[in-house]
């Protein structure tokens, strides 16, 4: 059954190589990727789609730099201070490159202590918060007690951050080690950090963690996570049935719920383009002065 | 306190949008707001100016300016695009359109996609407001009508002939101010001359 459409004068000027295929793929749902490209080919050799600023990269890297996207907590000045605080402080630091999953080890300043530091170290299961007030949570089973801590990535009190293994994994939070068996969790005190050569790309840990027997501490099932692998066999026919019941498949064509969650490309490049050169700045002076080789004085042995 | 999601790249929307969502109540819920608004930007895109309730169109906008800056920024063949695309346009040749006919036509524009006015209430006594929602650059004529520069009005071409008036009683001032000071030249240029013949 051919559709009857109102067809404006611009359409029939500009479309009559589309018109004459349109007939045959009418009913089709979704137009095929090999016929478009063609098209493409034919009508506008020299088109292509949007290229972004390359400076957006750093948005994985440093992501506590951009604003909290809800704009009734959006102060452009505050946000603009907070950036120059950030700035000084990683000057002060090396706040290194890390995501979650990567395991981190972290020196903090505490007077009760013998020593008076205190280092702890764990796999990091969560990023959040923006500016200064950025977190990251630290996970570790130390003497089979599951111990997580949170710290702040701009604490003053930080001494040391370091990064014992730079990796990231399947999913964006791992909240559900807290229901996985202890053997995902538990990392020595005393590990040696993993140098990985210059230029590597960040590795993707694919392991499926396995969880222990129900009651959990959340609906693992519900989440659509990558990164475990026996949730099936803990659940019980109520459960699937309530699970599809919940699902919302039309969230993720939500153009507008995307665009308030996210800072848009425009905004993203005027931040990145004032922080980036100090950025890169501190970067290289810290790789040479890692390879500088100090001179040492030899401790004389008195005879 | 939250952390901007990093994992998608969207453009900057032009116009303005609220910080909440609108509800668009109905039987069906939320899956139930985006059927509707679903309908409404196949329409928007189809008859390129719909009249509608205020609110679902303000909603319909936000969504259908979203949909071509994504179509503009990834093009053709970029498949979450184009499931998005099918997801939104219920009718599928509107799919083409987009891509073939609105995406060329908005590539360059510095302005939102769409325009809304206000429209007057057609029930007396229910405050329903009402709006217009067109895509810019469509074939119809203009909804405003705005003959401020039309030079065929009574108040233009007062206004153009007392701006004539005076421009020219400026140059006549200026052309007397030259001659004058012309005369006072020529006068200096003799005086001397006479005076020394005279001594001599």
């Given at each position: 059954m051919s559709i009857v459409i109102r067809k404006s004068t611009i359409d029939i000027l500009c479309a009559a190589k589309w018109i004459a295929r349109r007939d045959c793929r009418a009913l089709s749902s979704v137009p095929e990727k090999v016929d478009i490209g063609e098209e493409v080919k034919e009508k506008v050799p020299g088109h292509k789609p949007r290229a972004h600023n390359p400076?957006?990269?750093y948005r994985h890297v440093y992501p506590e730099f951009l604003p909290d996207p809800n704009p009734k907590w959006r102060n452009s000045l505050r946000e603009k201070m907070e950036r120059a605080d950030m700035l000084k402080r990683r000057s002060q630091i090396d706040i290194p490159e890390f995501y979650v999953g990567s395991i981190v080890a972290v020196t903090i300043s505490d007077p009760h202590a013998q020593g008076k530091t205190n280092r702890f170290v764990g796999i990091c299961i969560d990023r959040k918060g923006s500016g200064l007030r950025a977190e990251f949570i630290l996970r570790n089973v130390i003497d089979h007690q599951g111990v997580e801590v949170r710290y702040e990535l701009?604490?003053?009190?930080?001494?040391l951050i370091q990064v014992l293994r730079l990796e990231k994994r399947l999913?964006?939070?791992?909240?559900y080690l807290r229901d996985a068996l202890p053997e995902y969790c538990t990392f020595p005190l005393d590990m040696d950090p993993e140098i990985l050569p210059e230029?590597?790309?960040?590795?993707?840990?694919?392991v499926q963690v396995k969880l222990k027997p129900?009651?959990?501490?959340?609906?693992?099932?519900?989440?659509?996570?990558?990164?475990?692998?026996?949730i099936e066999e803990h659940l019980k026919e109520k459960d699937r049935v309530r699970r599809e019941l919940r699902k919302t498949p039309w969230e993720k064509y939500d153009l507008m719920k995307q665009y308030r969650k996210t800072i848009p490309a425009e905004d993203q490049s005027e931040i990145w383009n004032e922080v980036y050169n100090q950025l890169q700045q501190m970067r290289v002076s810290r790789k040479k002065m890692s390879r500088k080789r100090t001179f040492a004085t030899p401790k004389t042995q008195l005879a | 306190m939250n952390q901007a999601d990093i994992s998608k790249i969207v453009s900057k929307l032009r116009i303005k949008v609220p910080p909440e969502h609108r509800?668009?109540?109905?039987?069906?819920?939320p899956e139930g707001r985006l059927n509707k608004l679903r309908k409404t930007v196949t329409g928007l895109i189809k008859y390129e100016r719909i009249e509608l309730n205020y609110r679902r169109g303000d909603e319909a906008r936000q969504y259908a300016e979203r949909l071509i800056s994504e179509a503009i920024s990834?093009?053709?063949?970029?498949k979450p695009t184009m499931e998005i695309a099918d997801y939104w346009?219920?009718?599928?040749q509107l799919v083409h359109k987009l891509f073939k006919v609105l995406v060329p036509r908005y590539e360059?524009?510095?302005?939102?996609f769409t325009k809304m006015y206000k429209a007057p209430q057609t029930?007396?006594?229910?405050?329903i407001d009402k709006a217009v929602l067109e895509l810019r650059?469509?074939?119809?004529?203009?909804?405003?009508?705005?003959?401020?520069?039309?030079?065929?009005l009574l108040q233009n071409v007062l206004l153009d002939a007392a701006k004539y008036d005076y421009r020219q009683a400026k140059y006549a001032e200026m052309a007397d101010k030259m001659s004058k000071t012309e005369e006072l030249q020529t006068k200096l240029d003799n005086n001397p001359e006479s005076k020394p013949s005279e001594s001599s």
């Open positions: 400076l957006l990269e701009y604490d003053p009190t930080i001494q999913d964006d939070k791992l909240y230029g590597t790309p960040v590795p993707l840990n694919p129900r009651p959990w501490l959340e609906r693992w099932e519900r989440q659509e996570l990558k990164g475990v692998s026996n | 509800r668009l109540r109905g039987p069906q819920g990834h093009g053709d063949c970029h346009l219920l009718e599928k360059n524009y510095n302005t939102a029930y007396y006594g229910r405050n650059g469509n074939p119809y004529p203009s909804l405003t009508n705005k003959q401020s520069n039309n030079r065929l």
